[in-house]
């Protein structure tokens, strides 16, 4: 997909998986919006790769509205990269019953959240 004069949002993007993504979408010469909960880290994110920070908490509608705004400001919106997270290292699935029933929960709220994510972004 070529990315040139487009923008990308890339939740989670303060940290781990979602820092090193906007690091790599920023070699494509788009415009990365990185957007996370973590200001002070998303911001030095952000200026490190020549982007945008939009502090966004992912269950926050709002939050997404305006890190679409933001994106669509730059450039157009061309993609979505969902790497936010909920919870600190552990195990996310597990057969014991009361593990089992966190993981559920755990799951069903990425899910959740991915598609109204996508759905805000295509909807603007």
Request: with cysteine.
């Amino acid at each position: 997909m070529d990315l040139t004069n487009a923008s990308v949002i890339v939740t989670g993007g303060a940290s781990g998986l979602g820092a090193a993504t906007c690091r790599r979408l920023a070699e494509t010469a788009a415009t990365v919006v990185v957007a996370d909960v973590d200001a002070d880290r998303g911001r030095e994110v952000a200026s490190d790769v020549g982007g945008v920070f939009a502090e966004m908490d992912v269950l926050d509608t709002d939050a997404v509205v305006h890190a679409v705004e933001s994106a669509r400001a730059h450039a157009p919106l061309r993609a979505l990269v969902c790497c936010a997270g909920i919870s600190r290292a552990k195990r996310t699935v597990s057969l014991r019953e009361d593990r089992l029933s966190q993981s559920r929960r755990h799951l069903q709220l990425h899910q959740d959240r991915r598609i109204r994510d996508e759905h805000t972004g295509a909807r603007r």
